[in-house]
Structure formats: structure tokens, C-alpha cells
């Protein structure tokens, strides 16, 4: 992937690990000056040291994207570090356990708050910029295969999941005469240290959680973020030509395949 992203600024709002920072880690590979964000200013900072090891420019900003004027400064700070922008992945994510019968006002607008509203504000900001300045930009959202349906305890985060694709395409289609792209990739089970935690808190997992689901899927593996964080550099540069409003399942598991 190196040199896709040369002479790019690219921001990754939950960037400090997991999916998120795969691509931060990526793009920095690919040639982009990269703006992280993320809640924690210790594990934060210490990622963006470790990026500036790879030979790039980046840079860590303490936000918390389900703040919307927090998921628009994370933009105008960018702007401010590198002088504009022309990436956006939102990583961000919540993930917390919640039925349609058993999840409470508080939980599903926390869901809303970190999964579709900071995004849309994010994009808000971002727009501004790529259109003010008239060049091409690129976005790119990480959803989730769990928007088609997902499982009943995912109740609110399958409904703000199903929110950000219907938001990607809609936000695709109103400027794709500005040149700006924006693409949706839904992930299916990927293994990551927030997956890890959810595993132990929610469904006793051990420390070999990754290890046994591995044996119940086809291609012996769960998702990676560093295979997700690939196709996401792929998205975010003039390598992907002209694809916008698409909603694309990274998964193993085909969507209406029945054995």
C-alpha cells in the first residue's frame, strides 16, 4: 500500500487501537499525515509516538466523539495541525450488550451518540473543508455486517449500525458532484482487544476466545484489522477511481446463504 496516501491528510477518529488503529498505522505506511483521536490521552500519545516511529507524520487529539461538537473539532483540528483534510475513517465504536426488550433510554442514545451521530458530525465538519477548498476527498465508515439484522442482544447497536450505512449513501449521493466519496465498510467478527473485553464481559470468554471461534468459521480466522485497515486505505485513495455510496460486507459469512 505505500505511497497510496502520499501528500494525503487523513483523520481517524477512534484511532488509538483495534480496527481503527490498524488504519492509522496503515495510512502513516501509505504516506498520509495522520490525525488520531480517542477518549484516553495516555494510550493515546503513546500510539502516536509509535506511529511517528513508522517514518510519518502524526499526530493524538483527546476527544469524545459522542459529543457532536467534539466530533466536529476533531476536523478543525486537523485542519489546524496539517492545514486541511482529505481523509476521514470513522472507527469509533460502542458495543455494549442490549436487547429490544432490556435496553434502557440511556444505553440506546449512547449507542446513537457513538455510532451514528459523531460520525454524522465528523462528516459535517469534514465536507466543509473538502468543499471549501474544491478537491476531491474521500470517507470512509466502519459499520457493521450486524446492520442487516445482527443478533438480539445488539438491539441499539444494530439499529445505529443500520443508521450509519443509510447516512453513508445519502451523504454519497448529495456530494458526489463535490468529488467527495463516501463508502461504508460493514465488518463482520474481527479480533480485536475491544472484542477481547467484550468476550470476557459479556459471554465468559477466555483467553482462547479467539482461538474457538476460529474453529466455527470458514476461513479458520476471524477478521483482522490490519486485512480490515488494507481495503480501508484502498477506499480513502484515488486507487478506488470513482466508487461512492457503497456498502461493503468485509465478512466470511454471505449474507442470505443458508446451509
Not at 61 to 87: C, K, M, N
Request: proline content about 3%.
Amino acid at each position: 500500500m505505500s505511497g497510496l496516501l502520499a501528500e494525503k491528510v487523513v483523520l481517524v477518529n477512534g484511532g488509538t487501537q483495534g480496527v481503527g488503529g490498524a488504519v492509522a498505522r496503515a495510512a502513516v505506511l501509505a504516506g498520509a499525515d495522520v490525525m488520531v483521536t480517542g477518549r484516553r490521552r495516555d494510550a493515546g500519545e503513546r500510539f502516536a509516538a509509535e506511529l511517528l516511529t513508522l517514518g510519518g507524520r502524526a499526530q493524538f487529539t483527546q476527544l469524545d466523539l459522542a459529543d457532536p461538537d467534539q466530533a466536529r473539532a476533531s476536523v478543525a483540528e486537523t485542519v489546524t495541525a496539517y492545514g486541511r483534510i482529505d481523509g476521514l475513517c470513522n472507527a469509533a465504536g460502542l458495543t455494549t450488550r442490549g436487547s429490544i426488550t432490556d435496553t434502557s433510554p440511556e444505553l440506546f442514545d449512547a449507542h446513537m451518540a457513538v455510532n451514528l451521530r459523531g460520525p454524522f458530525f465528523a462528516m459535517q465538519a469534514a465536507i466543509e473543508d473538502m468543499r471549501a477548498r474544491g478537491v476531491a476527498g474521500s470517507i470512509v465508515n466502519i459499520g457493521s455486517t450486524s446492520a442487516h439484522g445482527g443478533q438480539a442482544f445488539l438491539a441499539p447497536y444494530v439499529a445505529a449500525k443500520a443508521g450509519l450505512t443509510a447516512l453513508t449513501r445519502n451523504a454519497a449521493h448529495a456530494h458526489r458532484w463535490d468529488r467527495i466519496r463516501i463508502n461504508c465498510l460493514n465488518i463482520g467478527w474481527t479480533e480485536t482487544e475491544g472484542e477481547a473485553e467484550t468476550q470476557r464481559r459479556f459471554h465468559d470468554g477466555g483467553a482462547d476466545w479467539a482461538e474457538q471461534a476460529a474453529k466455527n468459521v470458514p476461513m479458520g480466522k476471524l477478521g483482522q484489522p490490519d486485512e480490515i485497515a488494507d481495503m480501508v486505505v484502498l477506499l480513502l485513495s484515488p486507487r478506488s477511481g470513482v466508487v461512492t455510496g457503497s456498502v461493503i460486507d468485509w465478512d466470511q459469512l454471505v449474507l442470505g446463504g443458508l446451509d
